[in-house]
Structure formats: structure tokens, C-alpha cells
């Protein structure tokens, strides 16, 4: 029996800040997880070196699902961002050292292809509707057939989404910045720049809208109606999602289909979501939602109400994340959609990656294991920078969702 040897924590901030996890065992294999939690990073930093590094040295690296229960019910404390990325950055980095020990891609492992590709939306914005417009066309020149619209809302500032560099990255920050935010302008505003896009590009690729988390339920209804012309593929977070009941009044008032999960941790979180078929995508992911072994549990539930799978795939999640994504989403069968942001330049230097982009689609590598590798002295060049997501403030002053 092979067994870990040695585990290490990288925090690095090349171009944006992310934690790696590598595990090596003591017959030389290692295996990469993301543990990155954007705007937290030190706590999972520190959950994983103060609390999961002494628990895993000298353990079977071949037994995934009984370290999964031991990290998650040994902890006694359950669930939350902290705990589950934590998990996953182990759990992601022990199935790349399954395949890479049975000379398999992931993909492999978890029963092989149920499709060709994985089918990706990137991001398209504009500071106002003719730049909106430009950036669709060239996402669609780029081969995307699938892009998600968001314009800044005139006079309002503040508007989620919207890029101002290469890639959009909300966390820009030292210290949180302090946004406003409108929701009547919002609402006024963002069904005619949908409308536009449809109205200049047709119908013959995917359009998808992010709300995040910024509306009431009634105002997401209103919202979701107001839109059904526009066939969204989705619109996304429509309300904050800890009563996971508010999204029965929305499915009551519009066809618009709706798609949750990025900022949920676990099975347990999308339960009534899924099992009451109260939304169409779950976003869970593999970094935030416990990693492979949890994103499989719930996406298998998922299956049993037909509802398909979206993760998440901003940034913030490391290639890492994103290869471990795309093993997963090419061999479930429920497989809806995943997200495509690209990360900046230099995240390149750090993270080599086997994930390819062809005709609107990912590809996994056809490594062993994952098919990620992490270049540690690159990331010496990149010491970690503190950055913050920014908070939204309603017209009056009062905290609102961001
Ligand atoms: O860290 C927060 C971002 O990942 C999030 O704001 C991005 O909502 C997001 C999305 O859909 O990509
Ligand atoms: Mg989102």
C-alpha cells in the first residue's frame, strides 16, 4: 500500500489569487487540488496546514470516499465554504493520484465519455449596449454557442458583471469595494439589452443572464416574465438562495429557466432545490461543493429530477478546478452546460493544463490523472496579494446582496 508522504500549501497570486494543494505519496506520485475560496483564502489555507495536513500524512491515498468521510464527519462541524473546499482540495488531489497511479484521465475513472465535449458559455458585457453587442459578436467569432449578457445599468454604477480588463475579476480590491446598486433601474434596464442581443445575432446560440443573488422573489418573477421572449438558457440567481422555498413563487410566475449552486457547498444545500424541481441547473462545483466524490453525489440526485448540471467556473477557480470540471462534465449523463471565464496571463506561468477549447467546447486531457501540473517556483514570482469581492449598497445606504 502506497501512502501520503508529504502535503503542501501554495498560496500564490499570479494575476488573481489562488490555493493549490499538492499531495505526493511515498512512491512519488502527486496529485493537485484547488482550495481557493475567493476573498477567504487564508482560512482554507489554514484549515488545511493547522487541521487536514497532520490528519493525512502516512494514510491510503487509493481510499477517496472513506478520507471524504473522515475529513467530513470526523470533523464533527459540518458543511459551510471553509470546510468543503478544504475537503475538495484533498479529495480532487487524491483521484488525480488514482488516475495517474492506474495510467487513466480522470474522465476514465468516473465510467468515460457520455459526450463528445463539454459545452461552454463565456462572458459578454459592455459598459453600454453597442459595446455589449461588440463583445457578443467576437465570443461568437471566437466559436462560443453559448454567451451570457451583462451591461452596466446607465447612470447607476455598480452593475455585476461587467469587464473592465482582459477577464471580468470582481475581486480587484485591497479592502472590499463599495458599489450601489438599483433594482428598479436594473429591472428597467436589462430586458432590453437582452432583447437587443437577440434582435441583432437570432436565435442560434445560447444566451444566458447572471442576476446575482440580487433580486426579491417577486421581483425575480417579474424579471423571469419579462424575459420569456428572449428564451434564456438560463437566468441565474435570481434570488439568494438560503430559502431555497422562494424559488416556488418564481417557477409559478415564469418558463424562464432558472440555474442556482455557485455559492452552495453540498448536497444538502441544493436538496429541496433539486428534489421539488424548483430550478433547472445546479452550479455546485468541484472546489466549493466537497469535490469530485460530493459534485458526483449531487449531480446524481440531480439526475433522478431532471435537473441538469452548470458549474460554476469563474476566475477564481483554478485550472485545477476547471480540468477536475470538465473530467466530471464530460461523463455525467445530466450534463447541462459549464461556465468558461479563462483566467488572466499569468496564471499560465503557474498552471499547466491539458484542457483544450474546440467549437464552443472544452476537451479534458487525455493525461493520467487530471492533467494538471503546478510550477511552485513560478509562483514564487507571484506572492499573495489580499483582494476582496466588492459589497453592493442600495440608493438609501443599506447593505444588499452583491
Ligand atoms: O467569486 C465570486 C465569483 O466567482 C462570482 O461572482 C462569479 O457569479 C459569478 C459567475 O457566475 O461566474
Ligand atoms: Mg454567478
Redesign the pocket.
Known sequence: MSKIERVEVFVASPGRTFVTLRITTDDGVTGLGDATL??RELAVASYLRDHLVPLLIGKDPARIEDMWQYLYRGAYWRRGPVTMTAIAAVDTALWDIKGKTAGLPVYQLLGGHSRDGVLVYS?ASGTDVPSLLDDVQRYLELGYKAV?AQAAVPDVGGT??VRKGKVYE??ATELPDEQPWDTEAYLGFAPTYLEAVRERFGFGFHLLH?V?HRLTPIEAARFGKSVEACRLFWM??PTPAENQEAFRLIRQHTTTPIAVG?VMNSIWDVQHLITEQLIDYV?TTVVHAGGITHLRRIFDLAALYQVRTGS??????SPVSMAAAVHLDISVPNFGIQ?H?GHPDEAAEVFRTGVTFADGMLHPSEEPGLGVEYDEKAAERFPYQQRY?PVARRLDGSVHDW
Open positions: 475567493n476573498g462572458h451570457r455585476y458583471g470582481p475581486a447572471d446575482h441565474e440567481d455557485e452550479r460554476h467556473g469563474a476566475t477564481d477557480l461556465e471565464m469581492l
